[in-house]
């Protein structure tokens, strides 16, 4: 199951949806590998198909869009060919870039989970059946997705990952979490002295 977090904060319109990122050159005619960020490649990926980049404001890219010419599988991977990226070299100014594509924010999504961001800001945030904060923020960098998370100790950062976000209910206006100890509250040091212990 793709695990699917649509619309940046800052770096992309709220109109757009994140579908996949560059990851490295395939090959010696421009082909790059992709992740996948959507569980509809055959409607994503199609030949003419555009997509927005997002890249650093350093990189030539900036600004520009680009055009899918064909989407190939090889060993289960899929590579993508676009117009305007002829070799290798070009390929490799691509990678880490992800791509965006236009979504209207009316339309429900049909993918498994997968939400805009202005579904996820102000969900209660559960953890044992208890709500411990609120969802303030949604961070997409390229490693990975990151919910902001306002608590009554201060802010918390949680990685969008199934293991430690199970669950999402936006009619109940929840989202579960099953943190890692220490993500949500201060360890024992390991080497505290023991308490005393008195007759």
Do not use: C
């Not at 100014?93 to 498994?112: F, H, M, N, R, Y």
């Amino acid at each position: 199951m793709t695990w699917l977090i649509p619309i940046s904060r800052e770096t992309q319109p709220n109109d757009q949806l994140r579908v996949g990122r560059l990851t490295k050159a395939h090959g010696l005619k421009g082909a790059i590998k992709v992740e996948l960020y959507t569980d509809a490649p055959e409607r994503r990926f199609v030949p003419g198909a555009v997509f927005t980049l997002q890249v650093p404001t350093t990189s030539e890219w900036h600004g520009k869009t680009l055009e899918l010419t064909e989407l190939k599988w090889y060993n289960s991977h899929p590579v993508a060919f676009f117009k305007d990226v002829p070799d290798r070299s070009v390929a490799e100014t691509l990678v880490k870039a992800i791509l965006w594509v236009d979504q209207d924010l009316g339309e429900p999504s049909d993918e498994e989970d997968a939400w805009y961001d202005h579904q996820l800001v102000g969900l209660a945030v559960i953890r044992d059946g208890v709500r411990v904060g609120t969802v303030s923020l949604v961070d997409h960098l390229p490693a990975q997705d990151l919910i902001h998370v306002t608590t009554e100790t201060g802010e918390v950062l949680v990685p969008f990952v199934k293991a430690i976000v199970p669950s999402v209910d936006i009619a109940a206006g929840t989202l579960t979490v099953t943190p890692p100890d220490g993500l949500f509250e201060e360890l024992p040091d390991d080497d505290e002295p023991p308490a005393a212990v008195t007759d």
